[in-house]
């Protein structure tokens, strides 16, 4: 302890050791002190001298200080104190930076914080220390689960360590992460922790943490970030809370970037609805701090990362639908029109406002229908141009002016034919500022930088939209008192023509460059317009003498867009003017330009530096007004026709007249095709009306055989009853015309008689069987129910009886129920004689009434018939009877099974008292045995002893006695 008061500041007593003997000293003490006091105190010392000898204590005790993690993990302040320590080591902040004393290779430790070169060997050294850390895997895991520990002391410099490895080897240390199990989550809990600089360095840990990796923003987004995030940027207080939101909107802004899955994500689970309120700024009198700037600044990016254009179409139109239909944009228009906002503020809400409204004509709409406040309202659209065209403005907000136009204008033929009405004469309102007159107040304007912004703005109403340029033909212009208005198109060429009077040469550039962008923009895929074009004389003239002439490098790119607009004008030449067909064109080229010369001067547009800039991404960003040269939308249309005009300047009039016809043959054939295609279309609609007139005949033709069948079978039955009317009639005359065919009848109905009085026999004979087996079962019962009384005497008698008397129930039923079927028989056979006598008198009876034997004959069969009517109400009679017996049969049969189950159940008991006694005679045998046993052990025992002992016989003759004289005395 002495040696490491020495070492904590004591007094010197005599020459002091270096800076490496001393942490060589303390190494030593960390790895062979056995008490964690000594350990604990030698850490300290080493956390003390790792920032003035940095090199010394990783070099020496890194490896001692990682097994102090892995060993002492249950002493909260030596973990601590190592970990701070190893922080020292890999930090490379500035502030912890020290002048320090000579190394033990006589150089200094550190460099001055303000030396550039001392803080890059610094990080360097960071560096190199976190490789080595890192290398063993085991040690960021080791880290991982020591954030765990709810402890401050451990878990608040674990956070700060792995933050530092993050710094230094940021890709090394997130693949290790990644693999390891829970890790993320692990970190994840870092924002749930209820101590503030704890969660505030979390958010730190996990903004390193998923820059530039997708797997782990993915997992991050899953393990609830976003609501975790917002829920702390709300009670912070939006963009009015401190560095907690910021850091906030930066892990959301990595979360969100260039990450499509996390983007889909956000957006399902209705997290931009949430994003309103941040954009609710309240009282512009109450001054914007630095860092509500900051914040709502990252605010508006979040918005523009979920609008991308460079994200997939689908996904960026359905985040700009939520924002419309939760309000976000309305709130956005709000604060673009309000007064006191800053302006690096309103330049980035103009550009966010840009991108929401980009390609959705339900934004572009309500952008349209949006008014500033003032008197009298005006456009949000005309306000914006106003500020856009002003060259006292700020560069960075016109630029934005210009991107948000070209966004409202972008797939928007509406918005377009809006923006071009106002330019034509039958529009113009003298008493308004419209859009169309700023345009052209730029465009003529001295300030380059409008001239290029307006020629811009008015190219991208004409984009993609054959209509306004024709409508754009119509602008006339009045230039000055006296003199005939001209056309808009010819006023552009009258600058162009006369860019030279302009002063400054990066001005008259830029400006040219902008008229000629129009100018390509305006012609292009327009027939009408190139003819315009070319009837001014001076036009062409113009084009190839700059496209000739040797000008200096910054004229270059004038000549590459003059060459272009030569191209466009050969390209859609429709050949109408005599003295500017294709061909001439083209020959005038060759003789003053040369085809070479002219196809390099094309080529030259792509080569330009700025041409690459632009053509990257669609929003307009310049770091000075001199580099404002290309628009996005041209560099698309260059792309487009360079190799076209290419070919079409090489070609001669041969070829030319060979395309021609080709395409006339072409067009011959497209519109035979056409034909044939529209033939084809007739065809196909004929087809199908007569396959509807084919399933509607076969509908009709289903219901007329249905009802032919029907009527099929109508008639059959007509005739049916025809020839029963007939045949009765001819038996009618039979027995009216002859006596004999009426005795054949009587014979008839005197046999079917006999057969019925046989069979009613029959059934007597049946009845009288029934009767007897009646009255056996009937005794049978009698005797069951005697032998159920006497069967309580005894349980082997009463097993048997009831396996007899089960089986009698069972003949006994199968019995009645023969017999049912037999009653049911007897009345359907009754029913039968009935309809027979019904119908022997129905025949009998038309046309026979002045016959006195049929009269007789008839009476006896209706005497007959009455008796046997008779017999059956007996034989009914009897049923009933019968049915009753069956009844009290049935009822008996009942009371025997419940004395046969009274019998079963006291049979059960019975048996169930036999095994309870079986089993507690064997429990005494058992007992008996066991008591012999020990008698005979006892036996001999005593006969070891020498005591006299008595036989069993002897024992047995007492006992008897014993009794006997228990006998007597009873």
């Known amino acids: 302890m002495n040696f490491l008061r020495g070492v904590m500041g004591g007094q010197p ?219 702390v940027i709300t009670e912070e207080g939006n963009s009015d809370g401190g560095i907690v939101v910021e850091d906030c909107l930066l892990l959301l802004l990595n979360l969100l970037k260039n990450n499509n899955s996390n983007q889909n994500f956000f957006k399902e689970g209705s997290y931009i609805q949430r994003m309103k309120p941040w954009f609710e700024v309240g009282d512009e009198n109450l001054g914007w701090s630095a860092q509500k700037v900051t914040n709502l600044h990252l605010m508006l990016q979040l918005v523009r990362v979920m609008v991308s254009p460079v994200n997939p179409p689908g996904a960026t139109s359905s985040c700009q639908k939520s924002m419309y239909h939760c309000g976000l944009l309305q709130q956005l228009c709000t604060i673009l029109m309000a007064t006191g906002v800053p302006a690096d503020i309103l330049t980035e809400t103009i550009n966010t406002v840009s991108e929401v409204i980009r390609g959705s004509q339900v934004n572009q709409d309500y952008f349209a229908s949006v008014n500033a406040p003032s008197n009298p309202p005006r456009p949000a659209i005309v306000v914006l141009l106003m500020s856009m065209v002003n060259e006292r403005q700020p560069f960075v907000l016109r630029c934005a002016v210009l991107y948000c136009f070209q966004c409202f204008l972008y797939k928007n033929q509406k918005g377009q034919g809006e923006i071009v009405a106002t330019l034509l004469p039958s529009t113009i309102d003298a008493n308004s500022i419209s859009a169309g007159q700023l345009l052209c107040g730029g465009l003529f304007s001295t300030d380059s930088v409008s001239n290029w912004c307006a020629a811009v703005a008015l190219a991208h109403a004409l984009q993609d939209n054959l209509t306004q340029k024709e409508q754009l033909l119509r602008v006339q212009l009045a230039t000055s008192l006296g003199n005939p208005p001209v056309s808009l198109l010819q006023q552009c060429t009258n600058i162009l023509s006369q860019g030279d009077k302009i002063d400054r040469r990066g001005s008259k550039v830029q400006t040219r460059v902008g008229l000629l962008m129009l100018l390509c923009t305006w012609i292009n895929n327009c027939p009408i317009a190139v003819t315009h074009f070319l009837h001014n004389q001076a036009n062409i003239p113009f084009l190839t003498g700059q496209i000739s002439e040797n000008l200096e490098e910054d004229e270059q790119l004038v000549q590459g867009l003059c060459a272009l607009l030569l191209g466009i004008c050969i390209y859609y030449n429709d050949n109408s003017l005599e003295n500017y067909t294709k061909e001439k064109l083209k020959q005038l080229i060759e003789k003053r330009i040369g085809k070479e010369n002219f196809v390099e001067k ?321 429990d005494l045998l058992m007992l008996l045995a066991d008591q012999d046993q020990k008698i005979k052990s006892l036996k001999d025992k005593l006969k070891e002893l020498g005591e006299p002992i008595e036989e069993d016989d002897d024992l047995d003759t007492r006992d008897q006695y014993d009794d006997e004289d228990d006998e007597d005395d009873d």
């Open 602 to 922: 094309l080529g030259s547009i792509c080569k330009h530096e700025l041409y690459s800039r632009a053509a990257q991404k669609p929003q307009p960003v310049f770091s000075s007004p001199e580099q404002m040269l290309f628009d996005h939308e041209f560099t698309k249309l260059v792309k487009e026709l360079e190799a076209v005009l290419t070919k079409t300047v090489h070609k001669s009039s041969e070829e030319e007249k060979k395309e021609e016809e080709v395409k006339k043959t072409l067009e011959q054939h497209d519109s035979i095709v056409t034909q044939y295609k529209e033939l084809i279309r007739e065809q196909d609609t004929q087809i199908n009306e007569l396959k509807t007139q084919v399933s509607s005949m076969k509908t009709q033709n289903e219901q007329l055989q249905a009802s032919l069948t029907q009527q099929l079978s109508q008639l059959q039955q007509h005739k049916d009853q025809y020839n029963v009317l007939k045949l009765k009639l001819g038996k009618d005359s039979q027995q009216h015309n002859a006596h004999g065919k009426g005795a054949q009848v009587n014979g008839v109905q005197s046999e079917e008689l006999s057969r019925l009085w046989e069979e009613l026999e029959e059934l007597k004979k049946q009845h009288g069987v029934l009767q007897s087996q009646l009255a056996e079962k009937d005794s049978l019962i009698e005797k069951m129910k005697s032998e159920g009384a006497h069967a309580v005497e005894g349980t082997a008698g009463s097993s048997e009886n009831n396996s007899e008397l089960q089986k009698e129930l069972e003949t006994l039923r199968a019995q009645v129920q023969s017999q049912s079927a037999e009653i049911s028989q007897l009345q359907a056979e009754r029913q039968e004689l009935l309809n027979k006598a019904e119908t022997l008198a129905m025949v009998s009876a038309p046309g026979n009434t002045d016959s006195s034997a049929a009269a007789a004959k008839i009476t006896e069969l209706e005497k007959r018939l009455s008796e046997v009517t008779g017999e059956t109400e007996k034989i009914k009679e009897e049923g009933k009877i019968w049915s009753d017996s069956k009844a009290a049969l049935e009822q008996q049969v009942a009371t025997a099974n419940s004395s046969v189950a009274i019998l079963q159940n006291e049979k059960s008991k019975l048996q169930q008292e036999v095994a309870e006694s079986k089993k507690e005679q064997d």
């Open 13 to 231: 007593t005599g020459p002091q050791p270096s800076g490496a003997e001393t942490i060589q000293k303390l190494c030593d003490r960390v790895a062979s002190s056995t008490l964690l006091e000594d350990r604990r105190d030698a850490v300290r010392a080493l956390k003390a001298l790792s920032k003035k000898y940095r090199s010394e204590v990783a070099s020496q005790a890194m490896s001692h200080l990682i097994h102090i993690l892995q060993t002492d993990s249950s002493d909260s302040e030596i973990i601590g104190y190592a970990l701070d320590t190893l922080y020292n080591i890999f930090s490379n902040d500035e502030e912890e930076e020290q002048d320090g004393g000579p190394s033990s290779s006589g150089k200094q430790s550190s460099k001055p914080a303000h030396d550039e070169n001392g803080q890059k060997q610094a990080d360097d050294l960071g560096c190199q220390f976190t490789e080595i850390f890192i290398k063993e895997q085991e040690n960021v895991t080791l880290l991982l689960s020591l954030l765990e520990e709810f402890d401050f002391h451990v878990r608040w410099p674990g956070v700060k360590l792995l933050t530092a490895l993050l710094k230094n080897q940021c890709s090394q240390v997130q693949a290790v992460i990644l693999v390891s199990p829970m890790g993320v989550s692990r970190l994840m809990d870092l924002l749930a922790d209820s101590r503030e600089v704890i969660r505030n360095d979390g958010l730190l840990l996990l903004q390193h943490l998923t820059k530039c990796n997708a797997a782990i923003q993915k997992i991050v987004a899953f393990e609830n970030a976003f609501e975790r995030l917002l829920d």
